[in-house]
């Protein structure tokens, strides 16, 4: 499967971006995705994640209120709303799928297939 993410860029705070993450696979209904970020010197992050049997969404407390995750299956797609975005939101974001059932969803070593990473830039 590989998944390619888009949507970053620079934005001053306050401001919102929306990224995607398309999937190259015809089975992407069956995947659970998730979103990730990583700011320069700090370790991967969870963010956000969004399950397939029964779309139910998880958020970190940095982004709950602020981000929303969903998924277009007839498009392959999954999407990051991000809104009132703030300088600490500030990293490189990867989009992850995974098939195989699992209660975690806010490990990154869960997660088989991973993006390649989309900058996100929060100006003060």
């Known amino acids: 499967v590989q998944l390619q993410a888009s949507g970053g860029g620079l934005v001053q705070a306050g401001g919102s971006l929306r990224l995607s993450c398309a999937a190259s696979?015809?089975?992407?209904?069956?995947?659970?995705m998730g979103w990730f970020r990583q700011a320069p010197g700090r370790e991967r992050e969870f963010v956000s994640a969004i399950r397939w049997n029964d779309g139910s969404t998880y958020y970190s407390d940095s982004v709950k209120g602020r981000f929303t995750i969903s998924r277009a299956n007839a498009n392959n797609t999954v999407y990051l709303q991000m809104n009132s975005l703030k300088p600490e939101d500030t990293a490189v974001y990867y989009c992850a799928a995974d098939r195989h059932y699992s209660r975690v969803y806010d490990s990154a070593l869960r997660y088989d297939y991973w993006g390649q990473g989309t900058q996100v830039t929060v100006s003060s």
């Open positions: 696979t015809r089975t992407f209904s069956l995947y659970d």
